[in-house]
């Protein structure tokens, strides 16, 4: 299985400042033949099903304001909040989807400082 | 507006069995692959399963955990997809969400508890 790593567990940010998390693989993400990485990020707030931000590691879901960005190749991906927002608290997980079983990273909680 | 919305959650002992249904509509369910994910309260989330369409034979594959434990099954005549768990064990306690994909957006539904627990 493919392992994913997430770092760091969790994150304090002021309001205003960048949050940027990490994403490691195990083994590559990326399918050759159509040159896509099969990495999605998603977003979680109490109480609520995942929201997806990210698929393909930097194609951005529709109505995801543009201060978040997905960025990375092979095994190695970030997430970037470029200004934080009150509405960012959530917990951000990585998925990869290139390979059954579709594995998670573990997480990372992302709260204001 | 696509929906999928799970039901069948319930308290069930060690050993027990529990039928999960995701009902969905707003979309072609048919031409749809439907996954299941869980996540144990305060826990990440883990991915259990997936049924593909009848275009890839109604392909399934498990994460080991579950593997000969769970299945997954779907009726296209009722848009609906199933998460059929037997041999249950406390670790499978969890919300379990149905989730699909499709037109580059991903939808789940709330979620149903399944509580294992003598």
């Known amino acids: 299985d493919i392992v994913m790593t997430q770092s760091p567990d969790s994150l304090a940010v002021s309001l205003g400042e960048r949050a940027t998390i990490s994403c490691k693989s195990s083994?590559?993400?990326?399918?050759?033949?159509?040159?896509?990485?099969?990495l999605a990020w998603f977003q979680q707030k109490p109480g609520q099903p995942p929201k997806l931000l990210f698929y393909?590691?930097?194609t951005r879901e529709s109505g995801v304001p543009d201060r978040f960005s997905g960025s990375g190749s092979g095994t190695d991906f970030t997430l970037t909040i470029s200004s934080l927002q009150a509405e960012d608290v959530a917990v951000y997980y990585c998925q990869q989807y290139y390979i059954t079983p579709y594995t998670f990273g573990q997480g990372t909680k992302l709260e204001i400082k | 507006e696509v929906q999928l919305v799970e039901s069948g959650g319930g308290l069930v002992q060690p050993g027990g069995s529990l039928k999960l249904s995701c009902a969905a509509s707003?979309?072609?369910?048919?031409?749809?692959?439907i996954h299941w994910v869980r996540q144990a309260s305060g826990k990440g989330l883990e991915w259990v399963g997936r049924?593909?369409?009848?275009?890839?034979?109604?392909?399934?594959e498990y994460v080991a955990s579950v593997k000969g434990r769970f299945t997954i099954f779907r009726d296209d005549s009722n848009n609906t997809a199933y998460l059929q768990m037997s041999s249950l064990k406390t670790e499978d306690t969890a919300l379990y969400y149905c989730?699909?994909?499709?037109?580059?957006?991903?939808?789940w539904g709330q979620g149903t508890l399944v509580t294992v627990s003598s």
């Open positions: 049924i593909r369409s009848k275009a890839h034979s109604y392909a399934t």
């Open positions: 393909w590691a930097s």
């Open positions: 083994q590559s993400v990326l399918y050759s033949p159509n040159n896509k990485t099969y």
């Open positions: 989730t699909t994909n499709f037109d580059g957006a991903s939808y």
């Open positions: 707003g979309f072609t369910f048919s031409g749809s692959t």
